[in-house]
């Protein structure tokens, strides 16, 4: 199961992602950024702790629809976003696939520099 620490330690893994707090309201919101962007949030000290991620509007309702764990982004664009939740009963190769495509997805909508830049599989050159 993905603890708080787990969570944290694998969003700040990722080339170039950053940690920050910025809801003065909500300090305790952790946002975890790539190029100024947000991929993942969520408040690590929340009982079941659960992390809100980009995803394709396709997959979105798929997984929606296959797994309880998984609904739409509580306050994010609904299509766009789904909220997890890690209180254990996904599988944890699934999360951190969940996290790692929403990272993709941010990534690849920065510009090429930007994505040369965090050396971004998906923008490699040969």
């Not at 890690?86 to 909508?109: F, K, P, Q, T």
């Amino acid at each position: 199961m993905i603890d708080a620490n787990a969570l944290r330690a694998v969003c700040l893994d990722f080339n170039g992602a950053t940690e920050e707090f910025p809801f003065p309201r909500h300090p305790d919101v952790s946002t975890f950024k790539v190029g100024g962007k947000i991929f993942a949030l969520s408040t690590l000290t929340d009982t079941p702790l659960t992390v809100s991620l980009k995803c394709d509007p396709e997959l979105a309702e798929r997984l929606r629809a296959a797994h309880p764990e998984v609904v739409p982004g509580y306050h994010l664009n609904k299509r766009h976003w789904n909220t997890v939740s890690l209180a254990g009963d996904l599988h944890d190769r699934l999360v951190l696939d969940l996290i790692e495509d929403s990272y993709d997805l941010v990534v690849a909508s920065l510009p090429r520099a930007e994505r040369l830049r965090l050396d971004w599989p998906g923008e490699r050159q040969p």
